[in-house]
């Protein structure tokens, strides 16, 4: 959905927002006279058109203009950020900065799974005067290295007020909707055959950051099985990765394919040629790599906010005297990229192909949810392995998949 802008000026409208304002203790102001009375504010805030869900914040701004005939010495400037119902107390930062080059922290209230919080600063505006404010906002969903998964949103309202005095009176309202975005991870020239016990097969894995947030702490996993050698090309040279288990699914392996924390610039991706080996021992028939991107990944393996591509499927084969050459294979398995398109960033501690809210979230509206997909038959065995793994490692809070919206013709 297109990120649509829109400043609520009627005075129903503005009657109306002191239902809104009721949470945050101002009230709603009365018409100003001509010559006398309270000042009379307006306020427009030109809000970012989308945001990253767990990157990094977006700036934007707020004017505030005196419009009255009366100077004001307190002006006051209160947000609403209604996520939908879908995120965790941890989940959103506001930041602002009225004078000097520092940013400051606005505090935000949680009240009915709504945002609320008002700049710390009043600030002068004489009659006919404007000021505008710059502000960032983002959704971090946890803090560096200790990632939260445990809700999600496509989008943001966010609402702001403009009032004045230490009681306040509010003048004006300004509504916004802000798209919330997240990283897509994605598995490209997968053969569809490998021999046990023979040569690698090569493929690409890409992470992509298709919004305007900065992210940092990135690790890009390609999830494969015990049985695996996972090497990465890297300056001519093709570098055999430690794989990352544990102990709560000893068989399942991770592999940092573009190293671990990784920083993304806004609107940019990497990608890196990956060769997998599949050693003796490994079972013959239909097996899965799947990738999947984490961001704030602590000590505890595969835990943080994580964004889940599409897996694609290998047949292995037994070796024989004429050892085959692995073939080009179909594409990944699944119908969609993760995070593009009409997917909804969101969370889930378990995979399900049904729609099944967790009790502390609102978010899921009719939407599958789902990880790794594999087309028509669900949920991909490695992806449920590492739902499994997430839950028995981290409780809850773990396990961040795409919300994944068919869409209408």
């Known amino acids: 959905m297109n990120t649509t802008a829109r400043t609520l000026r009627s005075s129903a409208t503005v009657a109306g927002a002191g239902l809104l304002l009721a949470a945050t203790g101002v009230a709603l102001a009365p018409a100003a006279t001509a010559d006398s009375g309270p000042p009379a504010l307006a306020v427009s805030t030109a809000a970012p058109a989308e945001i990253g869900l767990a990157g990094q914040p977006v700036g934007f701004t707020t004017t505030a203009s005196n419009v009255g005939k009366n100077d004001t010495s307190s002006t006051r400037l209160i947000y609403h950020i209604d996520g939908g119902g879908g995120l965790p107390p941890n989940a959103l930062s506001l930041q602002y900065r009225l004078s000097g080059t520092a940013w400051k922290t606005v505090p935000l209230k949680m009240s009915d799974l709504k945002f609320f919080g008002e700049l710390p600063e009043t600030f002068p505006l004489a009659a006919g005067q404007s000021r505008t404010v710059q502000l960032r906002i983002g959704l971090p969903m946890g803090t560096p290295h200790n990632g939260d998964s445990n809700g999600g949103t496509d989008h943001l309202k966010l609402t702001t007020m403009i009032s004045y005095g230490a009681a306040g009176a509010a003048n004006d309202v300004d509504e916004d909707t802000v798209k919330v975005g997240a990283l897509s991870t994605s598995l ?23 919004t305007p947030s900065a992210y940092e702490n990135v690790t890009d996993v390609l999830y494969t099985n015990r049985h695996t050698t996972v090497q990465v090309l890297r300056s001519g040279a093709w570098k055999t990765l430690k794989p990352i288990t544990s102990n709560a699914e000893p068989d399942f392996y991770g592999f940092d394919v573009i190293g671990k924390d990784a920083s993304m610039a806004a609107h940019s991706s990497t990608s890196v040629k990956v060769r997998v080996t599949y050693r003796k021992g490994a ?83 009719g939407a599958d949810t789902q990880l790794a997909s594999t087309g028509s038959s669900g949920v991909s065995a490695i992806a449920v392995a590492a739902a499994a793994l997430v839950a028995a490692g981290a409780g809850a809070l773990g396990f961040t998949a795409l919300r994944r919206r068919r869409a209408r013709g």
């Open 188 to 210: 490209s020239g997968v053969p569809a055959t490998a021999v046990v016990g023979g040569p690698g097969v090569t493929f690409r894995a890409t992470v992509s950051n298709p």
């Open 283 to 365: 079972a013959l028939g239909k097996t899965d790599v799947s990738p999947c991107a984490i961001v704030n990944e602590g000590s505890t393996p595969f835990r943080g906010s994580t964004f889940c591509g599409e897996s694609a499927s290998i047949k292995l084969t037994a070796a024989a005297s004429g050892r085959p050459t692995p073939t080009a294979s179909a594409k990944p398995s699944a119908t969609a990229s993760a995070g593009t398109g009409t997917h909804t960033p969101t969370a889930s501690a378990t995979p399900s192909t049904t729609t099944a809210a967790p009790a502390d979230t609102r978010t899921h509206t």
